[in-house]
């Protein structure tokens, strides 16, 4: 069964700094997709990046587009996102998804496994 955990959130100030790790196990981390979604309080899921399995193609969301960084480990079964410039708008709790399928999705439906998740507070 496979499992994601992640890690790495917290509380930072508006334009400072934070790194989301995932850790993947029970399956074979190199034939997933993954993407980072994300929930803030009374609005739906929203995907915010997406890396394939080599790791040679990703998606962003527009709003974080040129501030966020995924990548993936495919030796350390890890993918992470590095955020920079933080806004209070980023502000959710953070999820880390998995996908069996062959091509890149940013729909978080198509997403198999997903972690707890992990909160991301921004204060102004």
């Known amino acids: 069964q496979v499992q994601l955990v992640e890690s790495g959130g917290g509380l930072v100030q508006a334009g400072g700094s934070l790194k989301l790790s995932c850790a993947f196990s029970?399956?074979?981390?190199?034939?997933?997709?993954m993407g980072w979604f994300r929930q803030a309080p009374g609005k739906e899921r929203e995907f915010v990046a997406a890396i394939s399995r080599s790791g040679r193609t990703t998606y962003y969301t527009d709003s974080v587009k040129g501030r966020f960084t995924i990548s993936r480990d495919n030796a350390k079964n890890t993918v992470s996102l590095q955020m920079n410039s933080l806004k209070p708008e980023d502000t959710a709790v953070y999820y880390c998804?998995?996908?069996?399928?062959?091509?890149?999705?940013?729909?978080?439906?198509?997403?198999?496994?997903w972690g707890q998740g992990t909160q991301v507070t921004v204060s102004s």
């Open positions: 029970g399956g074979t981390f190199s034939n997933y997709n």
């Open positions: 998804a998995g996908d069996s399928g062959v091509t890149l999705k940013k729909t978080a439906t198509t997403y198999d496994y």
